[in-house]
């Protein structure tokens, strides 16, 4: 997992590439954490979104949540990663909406 930032536009790249379960999820709240602070605009990349647990879809909660509340974007590089989000995050009760380019 890593951060990686373009000063000149205030834009960035987030990579998950591990599973986003409680094992991960105190690097992975400290990457988006980075991101939120420097960028106005992260794309989040998955490697594979097959192992996420209820921590990990908190955090994705609460990350959506914070930029969309501070007028940033963050989306998810792939569609079909978005949706799969979405519908683990309404399994248990959580409905919020996830942009992707």
């Known amino acids: 997992m ?3 930032l373009n000063a000149s536009d ?3 790249q987030l ?7 409680l094992d991960n999820i105190f690097l992975a ?4 954490m980075e991101a939120f602070e420097k960028a106005d605009l ?6 594979s979104i097959e192992k996420i647990d209820l921590s ?3 955090l994705f909660c609460s990350a959506f949540r914070t930029f969309s509340e501070t007028n940033k974007t963050l ?3 792939n569609a079909n990663h978005a949706f799969i989000l979405q519908k683990k995050a309404r399994k248990i009760g959580l409905n919020f909406n996830i942009d992707h380019p």
């Not at 709240?29 to 988006?32: S, Y």
């Not at 992260?42 to 490697?47: A, H, M, R, S």
């Open 56 to 58: 990990g879809i908190q």
């Open 10 to 12: 205030k834009t960035g």
């Open 29 to 32: 709240k400290e990457l988006f």
């Open 75 to 77: 989306t998810i590089d």
């Open 2 to 4: 890593n951060f990686q």
């Open 42 to 47: 992260v794309n989040i990349q998955f490697k």
């Open 15 to 21: 990579v998950l590439n591990e599973p986003l379960t």
